[in-house]
C-alpha cells in the first residue's frame, strides 16, 4: 500500500521506544495516557527522541533502535479509563508493570503498519499534525 490510503489531514502521536515498535509489532495494543481524546481514526504513530530504558530493559528482543522519527500508523478505536480492575485484566495488551499510574486512560489500537521507511522528523506533546510534506513521502508496508 502507499500513502494514497492516508486520509487529507493526519494527526500523530509521539511514543517512547520500545512502545511504539511494540504496537507495530502487534505485541501492545493499547498505549496507557494520563489524558483521554475523542479523536477516533488513523494515526501516525512517530517515536520520541528519548527511550523508555525501563522498558527497553524488558525487551531485550526488540530492536527499538530508532529514535525520533515517524514509523507507522495505527487505527484508534477507542479511549477508555482505566480502573484497577481493568487494569489488571489488560495488562496483555497494554504490558506496562506494577499498578495503576493514577488517573490513566487506555489508547486502543488496531491494524499498526509500519512505513516502508522511517520519517525523522520533530515530535510535539500531545496529538499534533502531520507536515504535509512529511504525509505525502508516507508508504506503509
Known amino acids: 500500500m502507499t500513502n494514497t490510503i492516508l486520509p487529507h489531514s493526519l494527526v500523530a502521536l509521539s511514543i517512547k ?9 502487534g505485541r501492545k495494543t493499547i498505549e496507557v495516557r494520563s ?8 494515526l501516525a504513530l512517530h517515536t520520541g527522541k528519548k527511550p523508555a530504558p525501563e522498558a527497553s530493559a524488558r525487551f531485550p528482543d526488540i530492536d527499538a533502535s530508532y529514535l525520533g ?3 507507522g500508523v495505527a487505527e484508534l478505536v477507542n479511549v477508555e479509563p482505566f480502573t484497577q480492575v481493568s487494569w489488571s485484566r489488560l495488562r496483555t495488551a497494554h504490558l506496562v508493570p506494577g499498578p495503576m499510574p493514577g488517573e490513566a486512560f487506555g489508547w486502543h489500537f488496531r491494524n499498526a503498519r509500519r512505513l516502508t521507511r522511517s520519517i525523522s522528523a520533530s515530535g510535539s506533546l500531545g496529538l499534533f499534525p502531520v507536515p504535509a510534506g512529511i504525509k505525502q513521502s508516507m508508504e506503509i508496508s
Open 69 to 71: 522519527g515517524f514509523v
Open 35 to 42: 489524558w483521554s481524546t475523542d479523536f477516533r481514526g488513523l
Open 17 to 25: 521506544q520500545p512502545w511504539a515498535e511494540l504496537i507495530l509489532l
